[in-house]
């Protein structure tokens, strides 16, 4: 809003040509709006809040049809809502509308197209579209991401394996690589191979971004081991980085498992009314 007031401080021209940036930036701010809106149960203040994101991407490409990153957000404004063929259709504009010469090999657009598939769970379309975006660009890292994915999506283990050999080639240091990869030994039955590849991951990588996502996934290995010790030491430590309900109900069912009904009692008691847990499991 403070940007877009100094608009007018400024020739028409160069308003002109900064108003594309300032609509895309506020959809976005309205999108992540709407995100915490539907996270929190608040269905028509998300629905207010995702209509006026999508006004405004819709803005910013009619006074720029070459912003990408509006198409982007828009398409994921649009699968937020479960609405997959209107995303679909968002994307194609520059991939294969008149603009197509210039953006048929946009790998943010593919590797975008291919993740509105995997939302809508038509996996062998996802993998297609990584595969061109690999094809065109073969050092995409939400390529190989999206490749891994959808092999796993599609109970192929070992195909999901062989691409991420290619994904670990180039990017060594990945965490997600690993997390993949530990994904798909449990997918083969291998739950100590699936260990040993959180563990690591998680090796001395505290302050990689994506450390939480691989620390879920192993206290998930240990709560269906019936390790509930490891399990809950896990998402505590997830809780005290990052604090999540839908983390808490996990780490609630640990403790009561593991017979700290200290804990299960404390989180099931700060959990109550939220959208990430029925009330029934809370009074349980």
């Known amino acids: ?23 895309l930036g506020y959809g976005e ?14 269905t028509n203040d998300a629905a207010r809040l ?11 490409i009619s006074l720029d ?19 997959y063929d209107d995303a679909i259709a968002t994307l194609n504009i520059p991939i294969e ?37 690999l094809f065109f660009e073969p050092w995409s890292e939400e390529a190989y991401i999206l490749q891994a994915e959808s092999a796993l999506a ?10 991420l050999d290619g994904y670990q080639l180039a990017y060594p240091d990945s965490l997600l690589a690993f997390k993949l990869e530990g994904d798909a030994y449990l997918l083969e ?9 959180y563990n690591i991951a998680l090796q001395d990588n505290e302050d990689k971004p994506d450390y939480l996502i691989v620390l879920e996934a192993r206290a998930d290995l240990y709560f269906n081991q019936r390790r509930y010790e490891l399990a809950q030491e896990s998402y505590t430590q997830y809780l005290d980085e990052r604090n999540l309900d ?15 009904y200290t804990v299960a009692l404390r989180d099931a008691r700060s959990l109550e009314d939220s959208p990430a847990v029925s009330n029934g499991d809370v009074a349980l």
Do not use: C
Not at 120 to 128: K, P
Not at 154 to 163: E, F, K, Q, S, V
Not at 189 to 197: F, I
Not at 246 to 260: F, H, L, T
């Open 154 to 163: 599609l109970n192929r283990p070992g195909l999901a394996n062989n691409y």
């Open 50 to 60: 995702f209509g006026d994101a999508e006004d405004r991407f819709r803005t910013a």
């Open 189 to 197: 039955g291998k739950a100590d191979q699936a260990l040993l590849a």
């Open 65 to 83: 049809g070459r912003i990408v990153p509006a198409y982007v957000q828009l398409a994921r404004a649009l699968v937020a809502q479960e609405e």
């Open 29 to 42: 701010l309205r999108y992540y709006e709407a995100l915490q809106a539907q996270s929190e149960g608040r």
């Open 246 to 260: 839908e983390i808490r109900v996990k780490r609630m069912w640990a403790a009561y498992n593991a017979g700290d």
């Open 97 to 133: 509308g008149e603009l197509s010469s210039e953006y048929f090999e946009d790998i943010s657009l593919r590797v975008e197209r291919g993740r509105v598939y995997y939302a809508e769970g038509i996996y062998d379309r996802a993998l297609q579209e990584a595969n061109e975006a």
């Open 1 to 23: 809003e403070a940007g877009e007031a100094q608009l007018v401080n400024i020739t028409s021209e160069d308003a002109e040509s900064f108003m594309p940036m300032y609509h």
